[in-house]
């Protein structure tokens, strides 16, 4: 996601990822978990195509764009979760689980922050978020649209046998008997 912060005028990118190829703003180096990195270190770093879907409507009014940074703020450095573990201990619970807010995948992160700003219902379940929710046209938001997506960078060169290197570290050995046990749950928000 997109955001831009008091104090920095550069577009920057918070992100949930397993492994990233660019250098976290505050921590000078790449994490796994919630990072904020400059949206041009991301487009030169990247090994993959990235387009941009701007969100269309009113500007964030300033008690919106202090949550923003305030989000950001608490959000910042959580680690990384495994979006099918989560989404398999939903389901055996009959998604009777309180939301786990200690860690983040990354539509999840994206799903919170809107619903938080109010361009999603606040009872909505945002760890059943996937990526391509974003590119639905079945996804509403409550103030505002999505605008039609804009490829920023298409990377060149993509084989079935050659992908990006962080979706294969990001991925490898990863599956419930080898994943790190989250703290204790969490009954509040971030």
Not at 78 to 83: A, E, I, L
Not at 123 to 145: K, N, Q, T, W, Y
Request: hydrophobic share 40%; aromatic share 6%; charged share 30%.
């Amino acid at each position: 996601m997109v955001v831009c912060l008091p104090g920095d005028d550069r577009p920057l990118v918070l992100e949930a990822v397993g492994a990233s190829e660019s250098a976290d703003l505050h921590l000078g180096r790449p994490v796994a978990g919630v990072a904020l990195v400059p949206l041009a270190e991301k487009l030169r770093d990247y090994p993959g195509d990235v387009v941009l879907r701007r969100r269309e409507g009113a500007p964030l009014c300033p008690r919106r764009q202090r949550l923003v940074a305030r989000l950001v703020c608490r959000l910042l450095h959580r680690p990384y979760k495994n979006f099918v573990l989560c989404n398999a201990l939903d389901l055996l619970s009959g998604f009777t689980r309180p939301p786990d807010r200690r860690g983040w995948f990354c539509s999840e992160l994206v799903a919170e922050m809107y619903r938080r700003l109010g361009w999603l219902p606040r009872d909505i379940r945002v760890a059943g978020f996937v990526p391509g929710d974003f590119d639905s046209p079945r996804l509403a938001l409550r103030e505002g649209a999505l605008g039609e997506p804009r490829v920023l960078k298409a990377w060149k060169g993509a084989t079935a046998s050659d992908a990006p290197v962080a979706d294969r570290l990001a991925t490898r050995g990863r599956n419930g008997a080898r994943e790190t046990p989250l703290p204790p749950r969490s009954r509040g928000y971030a």
